[in-house]
């Protein structure tokens, strides 16, 4: 059963520092890119950042600087380390796994951070 579970979100003071995972299971994870999306309320989903199997990384122009994504294929895993928060990167937080255009598709279920003091 093809699963991703994100975890690591919670409330933090703006300025402050969080470390999402992103932890897969059922499939081969170290062929798939993996990308973090961020939805806010009243916005449209957004892509955060993707890492793909070579370890190439690209990021929202907005974000770069304060976000890094990383993966450990070894424990399935993928991070997100977001430095100097604000309030407005409050959003529930998705990881989504695909090995590229017209291939499967996954989501996890998202994980809520909260910036705000």
């Known amino acids: 059963q093809v699963q991703l579970v994100e975890s690591g979100g919670g409330l933090v003071q703006p300025g402050g520092s969080l470390r999402l995972s992103c932890g897969a299971s059922?499939?081969?994870?170290?062929?798939?890119?993996v990308s973090w999306y961020r939805q806010a309320p009243g916005k449209e989903r957004e892509l955060v950042a993707t890492?793909?199997?070579?370890?190439?990384?690209n990021y929202a122009d907005s974000l770069k600087g304060r976000f890094t994504i990383s993966r450990d294929n070894a424990k399935n895993t993928v991070y997100l380390e977001m430095n100097s928060l604000k309030p407005d990167d409050t959003a529930v937080y998705y990881c989504?796994?695909?090995?590229?255009?017209?291939?499967?598709?996954?989501w996890g279920q998202g994980t809520q951070v909260t910036v705000s003091s």
């Open positions: 989504k796994a695909t090995l590229g255009p017209g291939w499967d598709v996954y």
């Open positions: 059922g499939f081969t994870f170290s062929t798939y890119a």
């Open positions: 890492i793909r199997s070579s370890g190439s990384t």
